[in-house]
T-cell receptor, first 114, second 110 residues
Framework: EPEVTQTPSHQVTQMGQEVILRCVPI?????FYWYRQILGQKVEFLVS????????KSEIFDDQFSVERPDGSNFTLKIRSTKLEDSAMYFC????????????FGPGTRLTVL | GQSLEQPSEVTAVEGAIVQINCTYQ??????LSWYQQHDGGAPTFLSY????GLEETGRFSSFLSRSDSYGYLLLQELQMKDSASYFC???????????FGSGTRLQVQP
């Protein structure tokens, strides 16, 4: 069964450093999402991406965040200058784009900012 | 924006039936999804309601009433492996992003 994959599974970085989280959505999916989940809290929407551009972003997704689909398979989230409060699980999700479809989540990347 | 309320914790015994309720306040509501998340794992899709009524998928069923802004997830024949957090998530009509509730931690006891 096709699945969303994410790399790395765990990333440790120093405050102020840039990180890139990678996702490979399911191949026939057209809509892509990033969510984050701070430990013990709920999953929060960051950004949605369709047709090679951002379709919506939340208040969390400020100027330090960016997304890109550099080729036909990868979908990346870049955090330019990490802060301690960016420590969280980051989940990528994708869906086909039909009316009744659902979002399928990847296994997540645990980001730890020291 | 959307906000969703669900109980923080539920305990039940193996073989029992449990219902997890979710109420929502939304603008532009499109549908309600349910996800299961084990500790350290990713949200796993369980069920979706785009229309009022009951959707059944094996041991799991989900219900939606748009007029009451209410839904629930019903888990039957509980197994130990069902111990996890369960999130309701509202789908926004415009961006189709998911807004998650705070999650219900289900503990299944022998």
């Amino acid at each position: 069964e096709p699945e969303v994959t994410q790399t790395p599974s765990h990333q440790v970085t120093q405050m102020g450093q840039e990180v890139i989280l990678r996702c490979v959505p399911i191949s026939n999916h057209l809509y892509f999402y990033w969510y984050r989940q701070i430990l013990g809290q709920k999953v929060e929407f960051l950004v949605s991406f369709y047709n090679n551009e951002i379709s919506e972003k939340s208040e969390i997704f400020d100027d330090q965040f960016s997304v890109e689909r550099p080729d036909g398979s990868n979908f990346t989230l870049k955090i330019r200058s990490t802060k301690l409060e960016d420590s969280a699980m980051y989940f990528c999700a994708s869906r086909t784009g039909t009316a009744e479809d659902t979002q399928y989540f990847g296994p997540g990347t645990r980001l730890t900012v020291l | 924006g959307q906000s969703l309320e669900q109980p923080s914790e539920v305990t039940a015994v193996e073989g029992a039936i449990v219902q997890i309720n979710c109420t929502y306040q939304t603008s532009g509501f499109y549908g309600l999804s349910w996800y299961q998340q084990h500790d350290g794992g990713a949200p796993t899709f369980l069920s979706y309601n785009g229309l009022d009524g009951l959707e059944e998928t094996g041991r799991f069923s989900s219900f939606l009433s748009r007029s009451d802004s209410y839904g629930y997830l019903l888990l039957q024949e509980l197994q130990m492996k069902d111990s996890a957090s369960y999130f309701c998530a509202a789908q926004d009509a415009g961006r189709r992003a998911l807004t998650f509730g705070s999650g219900t931690r289900l503990q299944v006891q022998p």
